[in-house]
């Protein structure tokens, strides 16, 4: 069973209750509300806004004697909750109970309203104790506003020759943030806290570094492979935390990079790729919480099929476990992908592939949507979103790369696929398209996009453009605008390797249709730019693949700006470019700023992508000389 706990919903937006639970330092905070509780002959709980399962989720409440149950909401009288019937709260005054236990955190004007009915002889006791302290929160007025909860996981690792570096920006001083930091808790591959710290931030849009080898040394500590807590607090505009993670050896053998972590723990997860040959695939389950993953609580199975594989073992709260997948699911199918069942213990989990040759590679799974059904709209829209959804990603020049395509169904109803997958040119030309013929759940394989154009279009080999997946409404109307793939590249020279994965979004229309075009904050249209690139070490070359990807017709080109900034924030240099309409760039950071990098070579900062009339999406790289290369979407803020 999933832990009884609301993270995330498409219509009502984060909930923040599993994250107030469950902060790090609210066990500590927990230890005397329980221990008093236990103490109590009798206990009544008033739960007026259905949290008492998230409560005992998170919290021992065995032996405590629960004795009566009260409500506010008349329709939820009679329900059972921790196997208590609900009472009308009318009803609280005849309780005999010691304390009254009032699920809230800002409890003070309701404690004021219902003053008349606290049984005489009772002591109230609320989650007011369970509050972090007054340093950590943001917004004293609304605890569980989700500003005062954007924290989020890393997977952090710093072991041998393998480093691991989260990079991100200060994109709250954009919105008005002033004296930002951030409280990190570092874990083991136990759970246990082995570095805690804070980071104050410049007043600025300046670069936040967090290097596991700098972290190593300042807590002087051992090798470790766990997860990075980060919690920011003092933000405004933005209730995520974004960031870059590249995973490197120290001669750049291996270079691999990924994202942020969605921060609300999902029940299923897919666009897990099985082992090709050679290759061995690691799942990375890390438990966010400060409770016990029990056996048999998640699980693998391949896509399409029923048979569920569950993990046997105990992962201990805040515990970093690998999974190989091989062992648990007994030599899968080459060139499938497994669904995770993760019962919303874990954030975004990642996946770490070392292949025969020792190189190594780092991605994520997606969240598996439990909720969709197909959209009936969509086929009567066409003529006002034109193309409507696209999935967009770069196409490597293939004198030296293999481009690939994976759909991955990513919602519980996605039983087949009809699409198209087109080739464009860098100036938005249609070069080929390619139909995706009804596709089943668990049918999908790798496309060499590469080998199909070499057999159609071999001169078109030489440009690198984009491909982008539209759905065939056509012949398959039943589409519902969660169309996602992982797209993998393969060095064919090195045979290093970089995968990434996205879902579909309607881009570069005015009309609006749900959260399309969807906007960094707020409602939509999002119809500008704003994205976060960081600058690769002096040895690496950092190449930025931007695409217009366009549903109908918009601007014809762009006026995008890329502006060099160093540590602070501070602008060090631009270089302006106009991308036609549905076309795309390939840029190397050291080619366009290289009178400004010529003379300093040891330069860290980033590259801010900014357009106001457009939106553009873009994929960073890194890439080695030897041809070890890391590649992946680029976050906008």
Same mark, same amino acid.
């Given at each position: 069973m999933p832990l009884p706990i609301k993270t995330f919903s498409n219509k009502d937006g984060p909930d923040c209750l599993f994250k107030a639970l469950g902060h790090p330092l609210v066990a500590t905070l927990a230890a005397g509300l329980l221990e008093d509780l236990r103490a109590a002959t009798q206990v009544a709980v008033y739960d007026p806004f259905d949290i008492l399962d998230a409560f005992s989720a998170f919290n021992d409440l065995n032996e405590i004697n629960f004795s009566d149950l009260y409500v506010q909401n008349i329709n939820d009288v009679g329900c059972v909750r921790r196997g208590l019937t609900a009472q009308p709260l009318s009803l609280l005054s005849r309780s005999k109970a010691e304390v009254? %236990?009032? %699920?809230?955190? +800002? $409890?003070?004007? !309701? !404690? $004021?309203?219902? +003053?008349?009915?606290?049984?005489? @002889? $009772?002591?109230? =006791?609320?989650?007011? @104790? %369970? =509050?972090l302290p007054d340093h950590l929160i943001t917004l004293n007025q609304k605890y569980l506003s989700p500003i005062n909860f954007a924290t989020n996981f890393a997977f952090f690792r710093d072991v041998g020759d393998l480093h691991t570096t989260l990079t991100t920006v200060n994109y709250w001083h954009g919105y008005g943030a002033r004296a930002v930091k951030l409280w990190l808790c570092l874990f083991d591959d136990a759970g246990v806290p082995v570095a805690t710290w804070e980071e104050e931030l410049p007043d600025q849009s300046a670069g936040i570094v967090i290097d596991s080898s700098d972290v190593r040394r300042r807590f002087n500590l051992g090798p470790f492979t766990g997860q990075l807590f980060i919690h920011a607090i003092g933000i405004a505009g933005h209730d995520q935390i974004k960031y870059v993670l590249d995973i490197f050896s120290d001669g750049y053998e291996t270079l691999s990079c990924t994202h942020d972590a969605n921060s609300w723990p999902a029940e299923v997860y897919a666009g897990l790729p099985a082992p090709m040959g050679g290759e061995e695939v690691t799942l990375w389950v890390q438990n966010s919480h400060p409770v016990a993953i029990p056996p048999r609580s998640i699980g693998l199975r391949v896509m399409g099929v029923d048979e569920l594989h569950w993990i046997d073992e105990v992962v201990e709260p805040f515990a970093t476990m690998p999974i190989n997948v091989s062992q648990i699911m007994s030599r899968p199918v080459a060139g499938t992908q497994l669904e995770l069942h993760a019962g919303k213990y874990l954030v975004r989990p990642r996946y770490e592939v070392v292949d025969s040759r020792e190189s190594r590679r780092i991605a994520h799974v997606n969240v598996q949507r439990t909720d969709l059904i197909p959209d009936q709209n969509l086929p009567r829209l066409r003529g006002l979103v034109g193309k409507g959804y696209i999935l967009a990603a770069p196409i490597l020049p293939a004198n030296q790369y293999d481009s690939k395509v994976f759909w991955t169904p990513m919602a519980t109803t996605q039983n087949q696929l009809a699409a198209h997958l087109t080739v464009f040119d860098r100036e938005g030309i249609e070069v080929k398209s390619f139909p995706l013929r009804f596709l089943g759940r668990g049918e999908a394989i790798p496309i060499s996009v590469t080998e199909c154009l070499r057999k159609v279009k071999g001169e078109f080999l030489e440009h690198c453009g984009h491909m982008e997946l539209t759905y065939d409404l056509v012949n398959n109307p039943e589409a519902d605008g969660w169309l996602h793939a992982i797209f993998c590249y393969r060095n064919t020279m090195s045979g290093h390797q970089a995968e990434t994965s996205f879902g579909s979004h309607m881009f570069n229309i005015p009309v609006t249709y749900k959260d399309q075009p969807q906007s960094y904050t707020g409602k939509p249209p999002g119809l500008s730019t704003r994205l976060y690139v960081r600058v690769g070490h002096p040895r690496l070359d950092t190449i930025l693949h931007l695409i217009y990807p366009a549903s109908m017709p918009w601007l014809e080109t762009s006026n995008t700006t890329l502006s060099l900034k160093n540590g602070l924030g501070q602008e060090v240099a631009t270089h302006t470019l106009q991308i036609p309409c549905g076309g795309s760039r390939m840029i190397s950071i050291r080619e366009i700023f290289r009178a400004f990098l010529a003379g300093n070579k040891n330069f860290t900062g980033y590259v801010s992508v900014r357009d106001l009339g457009c939106r553009i999406f873009g994929y960073h790289a890194l890439v080695h000389p030897e041809g070890a290369f890391s590649l992946d979407h680029m976050f906008g803020f």
């Open positions: 009254v %236990l009032v %699920l809230m955190f +800002d $409890a003070d004007r !309701l !404690l $004021a309203q219902i +003053d008349g009915l606290l049984p005489a @002889s $009772a002591t109230c =006791r609320t989650l007011k @104790s %369970l =509050r």
